[in-house]
């Protein structure tokens, strides 16, 4: 949630640090939607590159170091956007930059972590929970970000706020966090046995070569890979536009824009609450196979919301409602695709689910420079809000959810694979032999996990 702050903070600013308000006297930038598209997409410069290094460095030294460090360092920069503003465009685009390149060990450090905290019979409701983190955080920057704009401190307050509660998290973290069960001092003994013997991880994993040629020839990692792109192209789109199709389409005011571009991610963080558990009732009593139970719920996930973006592309400014309904279910029922494509890493392999994060995150990643370059080029002017153009966006992200999810269906799978276990005794190994001992309460049997 606090790191979600860092990066969404610029989405929401971007409106008012472009345009006059009578309300604060914050400074504002003639910058044209190019230039505001560039600044939009610079994060996911920094973002894609530092994906697998922080894979690699949370594995061998632990991710609660680099994350904590990542945190640390994203939140002072905050405090520098104000500044670099009066700089120009270009000053804000390497922040961005350096904001995204800190900001890039978020999933890889966080997969680490829940590899080796989740045991797999919890495994989507806890992941989704951690991760619905992202969808609230949004949330809050957003509906808070109209009254912040209004008040004394103006856009900049935005900034020092997430900047503040970023170190704040990150020192907490340091001091609290553990890396795994075992070096853990707030839990039982009891507890590390059980956790330990249901998630599939090694504790000697931080020594275990990565077997990338293995990770790179399996099909398997190939359908996730698509449905990781397909999520984050459509994802990214609508959070970094959102605003401003509230603003140039539906013309709505800066308090009013806030208010209802955090309503969707509101409804998608309530909705991860109410998908996850019934993925994992549905697999724990053995009515689907978690590989079915992977694609099921990504497909709702991604081809629910695509139907609301192809009606979305025909509402007008006459049709709010209608409008923020659609945006509201296109961005809420994304939250199944987090019992879907963002847990299978840690289906396929628990010992390598954070470098296996940082790849598909940062391959992912490049639709996120790509996909508001690609808006800026069809919107002639942003200004204007012609809902024609804006039909070509939503119309594009429409068909990239359609094509990236049935590749998902095709390639996907849910099963540990063989390159996770290493030459040695693997923990992998008593996590097999825990499901199939209790095949008929907590998993489905091996027969009935490859049907699908």
């Known amino acids: 949630m606090i790191n979600y702050f860092q990066r969404v903070n610029i989405s929401a600013a971007i409106v008012p640090m472009t345009s006059p308000s009578a309300a604060s006297d914050a400074p504002y930038y003639k910058w044209d939607t190019s230039q505001k598209s560039m600044i939009l997409s610079s994060f996911f410069w920094g973002y894609v590159v530092s994906q697998v290094p922080s894979g690699l460095l949370a594995k061998r030294f632990g991710a609660k170091y680099v994350i904590s460090l990542a945190t640390a360092a994203g939140g002072i920069m905050c405090f520098f956007h104000p500044m670099a503003a009066r700089g120009g465009w270009i000053n804000i685009c390497v922040l961005r930059v350096l904001t995204g390149l800190v900001q890039g060990s978020v999933y890889p450090c966080f997969h680490t972590l829940l590899s ?42 935005l900034f020092y706020i997430s900047g503040g509660l970023g170190l704040a998290w990150a020192l907490l973290f340091f001091l609290q966090g553990a890396n795994e069960p075992a070096t853990s001092r707030s839990i039982s003994q009891s507890e590390k046995d059980y956790i330990e013997s249901l998630t599939g991880s090694n504790n000697s994993s931080q020594s275990l070569a990565v077997p990338w040629k293995s990770i790179f020839t399996s099909g398997a990692f190939y359908g996730l890979l698509a449905a990781h792109c397909g999520f984050t192209w459509g994802f990214y789109t609508l959070l970094t536009e959102m605003p401003t199709y509230m603003s140039s389409v539906l013309k709505l005011d800066v308090k009013s824009n806030a208010l209802l571009s955090s309503l969707p991610y509101f409804a998608m963080g309530v909705l991860c609450f109410v998908v996850s558990p019934i993925s994992d009732l549905l697999i724990n009593r053995g009515t689907i196979s978690i590989t079915t139970a992977r694609k099921l719920f990504n497909s709702i996930g991604q081809w629910v919301p695509m139907g ?67 808006v800026g080029v069809i919107l002639s002017d942003e200004e204007e809000g012609d809902p024609t153009e804006w039909r070509v966006v939503f119309f594009i992200t429409g068909g990239i959810y359609l094509l990236c999810n049935a590749l998902f269906v095709i390639f996907g799978k849910a099963t540990v694979q063989p390159w996770n276990d290493a030459p040695s005794m693997s923990s992998t190994m ?16 091996e027969a009935k996990e490859n049907q699908f």
Not at 130 to 151: D, M, P, R, W
Not at 430 to 445: E, G, H, V
Request: hydrophobic fraction near 40%; glycine fraction near 12%; charged fraction near 10%.
């Open 308 to 374: 609301c973006l192809i009606g979305l592309g025909y509402m007008t400014s006459d049709e709010k409602t209608g409008a923020i309904v659609l945006l509201t279910l296109a961005v809420g029922i994304n939250a199944a695709c987090f019992c879907g494509y963002l847990v299978n890493h840690m289906d396929l392999s628990p010992n390598f689910a954070g470098p296996m994060m940082g790849v598909t995150n940062g391959l992912a990643g490049v639709t996120s420079i790509v996909a508001p370059l690609i």
């Open 430 to 445: 008593t996590l097999r032999k825990n499901i199939q001992a209790d095949s008929r309460t907590s998993a489905p049997t």
């Open 116 to 157: 080796k905290w989740v045991p797999c019979t919890e495994r989507g409701f806890l992941t989704t929970g951690v991760y619905s983190g992202a969808q609230f955080g949004t949330a809050v920057i957003l509906i808070s970000s109209g009254n912040i704009f209004e008040s004394s401190m103006g856009w900049p307050g």
